[in-house]
């Protein structure tokens, strides 16, 4: 909390990105809590490999035996985290890993499906592309409420 006031003060802007496994909604509620509203974020970020969000919906391991959380009593699987921060996030930054291979279809599959879950949000290929001032707090945390349906605005060329 403490880097934060001073940057804050400083007048630098607030884009949050988070490892794996803390929630953008957590991280938002303890800056909130920590320094009431008089701050604004002005992205929060969720980066993930495209290639293996199809992978990350479907594993059925909680977050601790997937890898994604020190805490053994998280029994949230991937994809609940996934599709959590997804509704959450304004922005998807595509982080391809360096070390291996990406297969182009299924990074193109998982473009698409981001695309479909989270049609709120930017696409980012790269850090330079995040965009400043998208996030709204009150639009956010209502994408996240169990139950809520989001409609995109027109179909994707896939579904047509």
Not at 101 to 112: H, L, M, N
Not at 134 to 159: D, F, I, K, Q, Y
Request: with cysteine; hydrophobic share 45%; net charge negative.
């Amino acid at each position: 909390m403490p880097t934060v006031k001073r940057l804050l003060t400083a007048g630098s802007r607030l884009i949050l990105g988070l490892p794996p496994g803390v929630a953008g909604t957590t991280a938002v509620q303890a800056l909130l809590q920590g320094l009431g509203a008089a701050f604004t974020i002005d992205s929060v970020v969720l980066a993930c490999a495209p290639d293996a969000v199809e992978d990350q919906i479907w594993d059925r391991h909680s977050l601790f035996e997937s890898g994604f959380t020190p805490v053994p009593e998280d029994e949230r699987t991937p994809g609940e985290f996934l599709i959590g921060e997804l509704s959450f996030g304004d922005t998807v930054l595509l982080a391809d890993p360096a070390l291996v291979p990406v297969d182009p279809a299924a990074r193109a599959r998982g473009i698409q499906l981001i695309k479909e879950l989270a049609p709120h949000a930017v696409v980012a290929e790269s850090a330079g592309d995040i965009r400043p001032g998208r996030h709204n707090l009150a639009e956010a945390t209502a994408r996240t409420v169990p139950g809520s349906v989001r409609t995109p605005a027109e179909s994707s060329p896939a579904a047509n």
